[in-house]
């Protein structure tokens, strides 16, 4: 059997709450689900033929994808969906319908798990898994092979007759160790990179899934947190130096969730003398000075922390459970000790008016990370915050269920009405430019400026931000 995995293209993905020249330089990093559910496969289903399409990487559009496919010839394909990815799913599924119809369609990701009725109804659409796609899938694929039943693979709809079925037997990875390690091989390595990294290539890496915590916005709210150990992180490390990978990216929810954990690996890397570097995300509420000690002795480099807010009121309606005074004194500390750090914060928020916004920015200064990063509150699906939202009327209809249904690029995500759309756009540019167009903020960058490169990948940056800021007025 044949299977192809599709990382679909952002070709006409919904508008994001972050200004695009924040998504044009981001960077480029590896579609690891994706990657996970094929290493799976590989594994476990030793005959299966495997092709993995990175379209982001590769800069195809629809029609690559289908030539790609068609080429490969595959019996089933499985293509990565998110919710602002939506529309370029299904039009990539309409794709290798229209090359070869016999191909079984299957879709995953975070949209399917919240809307997998509404995903699986569309007439180019033959499956959906929900949730961890690792052993679902290769018992989908081991089903189809053998001529079995499609009741027995966990997480799955699928349709018969013209009817909807859902599967009831649920799967969730509790033992993460037993997974096989994500094979990088089956992408282009080399073409990773992150605008805040100097070395290529940069991978990603997750050591764990979930997140334990309660944050209203965010739709992974008390998912359980489920994690590896440090000697199976290790030996997916030294995996990747293998390949001639040294810069990672930990892309947990937040990687400083057990200390122990954290000492134990960060001790290991130290005692096998890993030559690497590395970031990873926290909270400020789970770092101490030890752990970041820690932290810089085994190469990491980078820290990002969600701060969201200065003001108290707003961060307990979000259900941050931080306090201000902790992302004070964590700054210090990373500044102190000589690590990059990254500060998240949001605007339009409910709580908040004009003057806590401006309170905002003015604490994104006070803090002075190394970078900081400003997005609008959007109510995202299935988050507590929308659900307040549809309650409080807010929003006056469940408008990401009327998206699931009748997908469309022109939709744009739903704000808490603090601001209109306009005045949140103007004033999330007033807050870029505030932060990032002031003298002392960029002779500390230029004084970190290594090489021609360096200087020409930051140049375009700002060039980019300053054409955005400019055009948001205020």
């Not at 459970?321 to 964590?330: E, G, L, M, N, T």
Request: charged share 30%; with cysteine.
């Amino acid at each position: 059997m044949r299977a192809a995995f599709i990382y679909p293209p952002f070709s006409k993905s919904i508008q994001t709450t972050l200004p695009e020249f924040v998504n044009e330089n981001e960077g480029c990093f590896p579609p690891l689900g994706v990657i996970y559910v094929a290493s799976y496969l590989k594994e476990h289903e030793k005959d299966c033929d495997i092709l993995v399409i990175d379209s982001v990487c590769e800069k195809l559009d629809y029609n690559g994808i289908g030539e790609k496919v068609s080429a490969f010839s595959p019996d089933i394909v499985g293509i990565s969906c998110w919710t602002f990815s939506l529309v370029d799913a299904l039009e990539v599924a309409r794709e290798v319908k229209r090359r070869k119809p016999s191909t079984y369609v299957c879709l995953g990701g975070p949209h399917v798990t919240i809307y997998p009725e509404e995903t699986v109804s569309f007439e180019e659409v033959d499956f959906v898994i929900t949730g961890d796609g690792e052993k679902p899938f290769a018992e989908l694929v081991r089903q189809l092979k053998g001529g079995g039943s499609l009741s027995q693979v966990p997480n799955l709809y699928y349709k018969e007759k013209g009817k909807i079925h859902k599967n009831h037997t649920s799967y969730s990875e509790t033992d993460l160790d037993s997974l096989p390690f994500p094979d990088r091989t089956f992408t282009p390595i080399a073409s990773y990179y992150s605008i805040m990294d100097r070395e290529r290539p940069v991978t990603t890496m997750v050591t764990s899934r979930g997140c334990p915590f309660q944050c209203t916005f965010c739709f992974q709210q008390d998912t359980g947190w489920r994690y590896r150990s440090a000697s199976s992180i290790i030996a997916e490390m030294e995996r990747c130096i293998d390949l001639g990978i040294k810069n990672f990216f930990i892309f947990d929810e937040t990687f400083t969730v057990n200390k122990k954990r954290v000492i134990d690996l960060c001790d290991e890397i130290k005692k096998r003398k890993l030559k690497i570097t590395w970031s990873c995300r926290s909270r400020v509420d789970t770092i101490d000075e030890e752990i970041m000690d820690k932290l810089k002795e085994a190469g990491c480099q980078r820290i990002s922390f969600g701060v969201e807010a200065a003001n108290e009121a707003v961060l307990k309606r979000l259900d941050k459970k931080i306090k201000i005074s902790q992302a004070r004194k964590v700054f210090k500390w990373m500044k102190n000790k000589g690590l990059i750090s990254l500060a998240d914060f949001m605007i339009g928020c409910p709580e908040e008016d004009k003057d806590k916004t401006y309170e905002t920015i003015k604490l994104a200064i006070e803090l002075d990370p190394d970078y900081a990063q400003f997005s609008l509150l959007t109510l995202f699906p299935a988050t507590t915050l929308y659900k307040e939202a549809l309650k409080e009327g807010v929003i006056k209809k469940d408008v990401w269920l009327e998206f699931a249904k009748n997908p469309n690029p022109a939709f744009e995500p739903p704000l808490w009405n603090i601001y209109s759309k306009e005045e949140a756009k103007r004033l999330l540019a007033v807050a870029y430019r505030t932060f990032y167009i002031r003298l002392s903020y960029i002779l500390k960058r230029a004084m970190k400026i290594r090489s021609a490169s360096e200087f020409s990948k930051y140049a375009k940056a700002g060039i980019s931000l300053i054409k955005s800021a400019l055009k948001g007025g205020g």
